[in-house]
Structure formats: C-alpha cells, structure tokens
C-alpha cells in the first residue's frame, strides 16, 4: 500500500472512530442488537470511501479547510432542470460560461437519475439510483460535470428521493412478482384492514390528484403505501436493509461528484401506525446516521433537508450542535409569506415569520428563495393572523384570486394547483416575474405598469439577498423569465399546473440581459450589481446580527443587520403608493445602490422601493 492509500485509509478509519459509538447505538436502537446487519453497514461505507476518487478526496481536505464556505456572503445558489436549461448535462457544461457570469457557486440539478417518462412526478419516482436518465445523459456525464464545476469553484446539488422508488425500481417489480425479500423494503398488506387503520390519522398529501396514502397492486394482490402517488412506493425503513442499500446509493452520487445531498420528502420518511406518520422521532435518528455517513466517507459533503412545513417543526432538523443533521434547510414559511405580503400590501406577518427566524442560533444556515420548482403553499401563522381579523378560508381564497389575476387591478399571472373545493384550500403556481405582473404589463403594452412590475421584482431580490443564509435563484429568474402555457398542449404534464413555471429557459431572452432598456437587462444587471454588494460587504457575512427596524408604516419592512462595526438598515415599500419609513436613526449612512450620503431619518420610498443604508 503506497503512501497516499495508507494516508486517505488512516482518514476513514478516524472518522469511523470517532462515530462508532454512537452510530452502533443509534443503529442498535433502529433494529435491535443485530451485529450483523450493523457490520455490513460499516462495510458498506469503507467500501464507499475505497470506491472515491483521489481527486475527490482532495476536493474534501480543501473544503475541510475552509468548514463554514457555505455560510459565506459570496455564496449564491442556483436551481435548474437540465432537460429545460440546456437539454442535456453536456448542454449544462457548454453553458458553464452563463452559470459563472451570474455569479452562481451552487448549482442544484433537479432530478437526473433514472425515472419512467411520464410517471416519475418530475423525476421523483426514481427506478435505479445508479444511472442518470439516458434523456439527460450517463453517470460519466454527471462526473464530467461535477468536475468540471469543481474547476470553476462551483458546488453541485443533486436530489436524494430517499422516502420512495419508482413502480419500475428493481426491487418493486421483484416485490410484484412476488418476491418476499423485496417487499419487505415496502409496506405490502394483504388486505385493506391495516391501510384503512393508517388513513385514519395520516393525512392526504395530494387529496386532490391522488387521494388516499395507498394502493392496490394488482399483479401482487396485494395493497402498497404510496404516500404521493401510486407510482411512487414507500420504503420501509424499519427494515435495515433499506437503510444499508439506500445510504450506500446516497454515498454512490457523493463519489461521483455530487457536494449537496437534498433530502428529499425526509419528514415522512418513518412510518408508525397510529401516528401522522410525519417527523416522527425516528427521522432524526436516520438523518443523523446519514449525516455520520457522509462525514466517515465524504466529508466535504453537505445535506440539504427539504422540510416544507412550519418553523417549528423544521428546525429540529438542524439537530443539536453536539450531533447535528442537516447542514441546511430550506426557509419555506418566509417565501409563502413574502407573496402573502406581495398580495396585501401589509407587512406585519412578514415582520413577524422573519422575527422568528431571525431569533434562531446564527449556526443555522437556511437556503433563501423567491420561487422553486414547486407550488407555493399558504401554511401561514393563521393563529397570528386572527387578531386582524383574518379566516383562513376565505384569506386563502383572497391570496389566490389576487396572485392569479382575479382581483380587482392585480396583474399577477398565475394558476392554481391541487384546489380542493372541500377544504377550500389550494396552492398557487408562477414564475416571480408573471407574478410581479410583468407579463400582464408586456401583454397590455402599458409602459408605467411595466415599470413598477419590474420594481416589484427587483425589490423582492434586494430582500432575498439581505437575508442571511444562501439566497437561491430560479433558473430564468435572473431575465424575469415569464410562465410557459405550452404545458397544457402535452398529455404527460396538462394536469399538473407546477409546469407553468417550468417552462424552458429562453436563450433568445437571455441574449438581451446586456441592454438596460429591455426588462431582460434591466433585471439582469439589477441582480448583477446586488450580487456584487452583497459579495463586497461584510454585513451581509452570515455571523451578522440581524432584527426587525420598527418603521411605524404597515406598508414598510425594515431589517437591521450588524457586524464588526458595521451596520445596515434595509426597507422596502410592498405598497401600491410613495411611503415613508417613520425610522429615526442616529448617525450617517450611506446608500449602497447609489452611493449618496444620507440620514436615516423618515426615509420615503417610491412604490416598491427599497434602501441600503450602510453605517460604519
């Protein structure tokens, strides 16, 4: 064994050291004393690690090096879907150049792997772990890849679906034919008894498009949990086989280049009869197994949890600073409420979601965003907005009408998603700039609408940046890519409205972010000049002291942030007219957009503006 191989295999065998213990007892408490199924565990991962390239290894001790490189305020993520973006993983690394020039350093692909068409729900019923889809290319194009964003300083996300497979994965059609084995790696019952004692306290995640959390499978005979959609099987993870093999296809992606695991859907993950079967305290056990994993095997390797639920209920994924889970988690109640605020013109519940926030450890980074590839949820603070006379079902019905157009003078373009005349509750679907009403505008020709559209867009991308954590943009939110209505021609997306803003990225648009006069440049180059303050001031380094500025105007946000003798004051105007932050500041400051020096004293603000105010 040379010197290098005796050095990475001393690395491994300290890092299973130091989380031996606990990962056996952890283990042990997940299945029982089985010894054997715990070695093969732990043989799993020296195999993962004997399997990582000597390249990546390097990319660990570099990353190791600098530990909080994710917290910094040069640090500026992107989402994308390859096919709609460029075609291809190869399409994505000839368009390397147009990532880099919009300063994004974290790319997250949505999904890749392999995934029957038009039954994978966008990629999430995945039927082999081990192969990107041949629409998208090979796993040596995803190496290629990963490679060559590592070159360019640039870290790669990649979606983890660890709660279910595919109908098509290898082991739910051994399961069908009867293989015993394999359907132990699901919930299979041999009648509706068991199913129908679940559905009583489990609830629907899609009521609408596919009710109910099971399915009959007819080639079995038998009935399978599927809590989204029938095509999608859950995995039975009180079975340790299905931890050991689906750690080992997590560990597969990291040795093929992936730095961001997003755990997928991984509040579901455990299921107990009797129960929601929704962050059930053994989800923490498993995320924390997986985060031990990653840090025996690739310790450079972060993950991402995707949690889309309250505050309260998401940041116990975070776990203790003694054995943390998830690096990141997603800030989903403060995009739902930046859009609740877009919609009423009224600050106060904005004010209090980022209080909550704010008040949170500074260790946690949470990953900021506008828009996503999915729906936008009203999972508001309904207790907090009682007191101003708020009903949830008819503010629901209010924030719909308004966002897709049919208010009164909204011009918001969008479209509702799962509506569930029952319960009357629905989610909403767009793209940020359809609905700021750009598209409205462009289609009415009104020059003045345009302009205070594209205000509205601008404005909410100041805010996103002032945040701390990572601000992630949508991919065609850069040129205020418009929604795509083509998807309802196409018989495999027509019934799910999420495709509106999953349009393809328009190049012919992109090629026009250099003229200012063009509403593709005026906000390309907006972000542009955004990016760059954020990147040279250290006020926005994510170790700052952040708070709520009282501005005593319900139409105004106002947010503070300090650091090492510097300190920030940000507003932004969510109303339809000119208004003033009543602040009374002491001292000098300077606006970071414009340069002048200014007071910070009963600041106004035009629709949809919004300041820096810098003070050292």
């Not at 290894?57 to 917290?71: M, N």
């Not at 755990?263 to 299921?271: E, G, Q, T």
Request: aromatic share 12%; with cysteine.
């Amino acid at each position: 064994m040379n010197k290098k191989m005796h050095s990475a295999h001393k690395g491994f065998d300290a890092r299973l050291e130091k989380h031996y213990d606990e990962l056996k007892w952890l283990y042990y408490e997940l299945y029982g004393e089985d010894p054997e199924a715990f070695a093969y565990f732990c043989d799993m991962l020296r195999r993962a690690d004997a399997q990582r390239s000597g390249s990546l290894k390097k990319w660990d001790e570099k990353r190791l090096q600098d530990e909080g490189w994710y917290k910094r305020n040069d640090l500026l993520g992107m989402v994308m879907y390859v096919d709609c973006f460029a075609g291809s993983l190869k399409g994505v690394m000839d368009h390397l150049d147009y990532i880099r020039e919009c300063n994004v350093n974290y790319l997250h692909l949505m999904p890749i792997l392999k995934s029957p068409e038009g039954r994978s729900d966008g990629g999430y019923a995945v039927s082999d772990f081990a192969e990107v889809d041949p629409r998208f290319g090979s796993m040596d194009d995803l190496r290629l890849l990963a490679e060559r964003c590592h070159e360019a300083g640039i870290a790669v996300c990649l979606d983890f679906v660890m709660n279910h497979t595919s109908e098509n994965h290898e082991w739910a059609v051994k399961a069908r034919q009867g293989d015993r084995e394999a359907q132990e790696r699901y919930f299979f019952f041999d009648d509706w008894t068991i199913p129908r004692e679940f559905e009583k306290t489990v609830p629907q995640v899609f009521p609408q498009t596919a009710p109910g959390n099971f399915s009959w499978c007819a080639e079995a005979g038998k009935v399978v949990m599927t809590t989204f959609y029938p095509y999608q099987w859950d995995l039975n993870y009180h079975n340790p086989t299905v931890l050991n093999d689906m750690t080992a296809n997590m560990l597969n992606l990291c040795n093929n280049g992936v730095d961001i695991i997003r755990l997928d859907a991984v509040p579901y993950i455990w299921k107990t009869l009797g129960s929601t079967c929704r962050n059930l305290p053994e989800v923490h056990t498993l995320v924390r197994i997986m985060r031990m994993a990653s840090e025996i095997v690739c310790p450079s390797v972060l993950l991402l949890g995707e949690v889309v639920m309250e505050p309260k209920e998401v940041v116990p994924y975070f776990g203790t600073l003694e054995k943390p889970e998830c690096h990141m988690l997603y800030n989903v109640t403060t995009m739902a409420s930046i859009w609740h605020t877009v919609a009423t013109r009224d600050v106060r519940l904005l004010k209090h979601q980022l209080g909550t926030v704010f008040a949170l450890p500074g260790e946690y980074t949470f990953l900021n965003y506008l828009r996503c590839h999915d729906d936008i949820g009203w999972g508001l603070d309904y207790e907090y907005l009682k007191q101003f006379g708020v009903r949830e079902a008819e503010h629901k019905k209010y924030l719909n009408d308004y966002l897709k157009g049919a208010w009164p003078g909204s011009g918001a373009r969008g479209e509702l998603y799962n509506d569930d005349p029952r319960l009357k509750d629905a989610r909403l679907c767009g793209t940020t700039a359809s609905l700021c009403g750009i598209e409205a505008a462009e289609y009415e020709g009104d020059a003045e609408k345009l302009r205070w559209a594209v205000a509205l867009d601008e404005m909410l991308h100041v805010l996103l940046f002032t945040m701390s954590g990572v601000p992630v943009l949508y991919s065609g939110d850069e040129i205020g890519q418009l929604n795509d209505y083509t998807y309802h021609e196409d018989r495999n997306k027509r019934e799910d409205s999420r495709y509106l803003h999953r349009g393809a990225f328009s190049w012919k648009d992109a090629s026009k972010r250099k003229d200012r006069k063009s509403r593709q440049g005026q906000i390309y180059q907006s972000l542009q000049e955004m990016e760059r303050i954020r990147r040279e001031t250290a006020v926005f380094e994510s170790d700052a002291d952040t708070w709520i500025i009282e501005t005593f105007n319900d139409r105004v946000l106002g947010i503070g942030r300090f650091r090492q003798g510097q300190k920030l004051i940000a507003l932004f105007n969510f109303g339809d007219a000119p208004e003033t932050a009543w602040i009374e500041e002491e001292g000098d400051y300077k606006d970071l957009h414009s340069g002048k020096r200014m007071p910070a004293f009963h600041v106004p603000l035009q629709s949809h503006g919004y300041v820096w105010l810098l003070q050292e």
